[in-house]
């Protein structure tokens, strides 16, 4: 059963950085990483969900908001049965404060991030104050 971890939030000053990180396990047995998508999203106090970013399943096709685009990127790491995908947002600025969750789902069999996420972590929280 796939699972996601998120990791890396936590206070930053305005303009500061952060690296935010989604390690995802148990996959489907006889499929390995590179068959699974994965998104960012997160939500404000008060604000609906957002997706932010997406990394296809190998890692050649990547999709950003505009709103983060120019200040976040998304990459993954995958080995054979986990994949670690990370998010690095530069220059934050006061409305990038939510929780941050990641998604997943797999097996897939098109690179393209034109899918509905299945599975959920449960979020890390980035507070961008002075």
């Known amino acids: 059963q796939l699972m996601l971890v998120e990791s890396g939030g936590g206070l930053v000053h305005p303009g500061g950085s952060l690296r935010l990180s989604c390690t995802a396990s148990?996959?489907?047995?006889?499929?390995?990483?590179?068959?699974?998508?994965i998104k960012w999203f997160r939500q404000a106090p008060g604000k609906e969900r957002e997706e932010i970013a997406c990394?296809?399943?190998?890692?050649?096709?990547?999709?950003?908001a505009d709103s983060v685009r120019g200040r976040f990127s998304i990459s993954r790491d995958s080995a054979k049965t986990t994949i670690t995908v990370f998010l690095q947002m530069n220059n934050l600025k006061p409305e990038d404060t939510a929780v941050y969750y990641c998604?997943?789902?797999?097996?897939?069999?098109?690179?393209?991030?034109?899918?509905?996420?299945?599975?959920w972590g449960e979020g890390t929280l980035v507070n961008v104050s002075s």
């Open positions: 998604a997943g789902n797999g097996p897939v069999f098109q690179d393209t991030c034109d899918y509905v996420m299945t599975t």
């Open positions: 148990g996959l489907t047995s006889g499929f390995t990483s590179d068959y699974y998508v």
């Open positions: 990394i296809s399943r190998s890692g050649q096709g990547t999709n950003l």
